[in-house]
Nanobody, 115 residues
Framework: QVQLVESGGGLVQAGGSLKLSCAAS????????MGWYRQAPGKQRELVAA???????NYSDAVKGRFTISRGTAKNTVYLQMNSLKPEDTAVYYC?????????WGQGTQVTVSS
């Protein structure tokens, strides 16, 4: 059974940085569509950044220029480098992958940015 395992969340001051990691356990196959979403209290889950079709990247306007998504060499791991963090980035961050037609979600990792 393939699962997405996230790590790297935490508490950081505004202007700081964090790096999130997500790995697909139980499979060594490449995953073309893989990325990050977030959900703040009282708000809908929204796209943060994602790889589409393996190479193309898509970022939300709110994080462009501050966040960078990257992949591991095995192409079943994805990272999110978050710089210049703002209090409004506070949310639970979820890894998402389209694994050969299965829509997978990680358990979520909390990111809290203090002002």
């Amino acid at each position: 059974q393939v699962q997405l395992v996230e790590s790297g969340g935490g508490l950081v001051q505004a202007g700081g940085s964090l790096k999130l990691s997500c790995a697909a356990s139980g499979s060594s196959f490449s995953i073309n569509n893989m990325g990050w979403y977030r959900q703040a209290p009282g708000k809908q889950r929204e796209l943060v950044a994602a790889f589409i079709s393996g190479r193309n990247t898509n970022y939300s306007d709110a994080v462009k220029g501050r966040f960078t998504i990257s992949r591991g060499t095995a192409k079943n791991t994805v990272y999110l480098q978050m710089n210049s963090l703002k209090p409004e980035d506070t949310a639970v961050y979820y890894c998402n992958a389209d694994f050969y037609g299965l829509n997978l979600w990680g358990q979520g990792t909390q990111v809290t940015v203090s002002s």
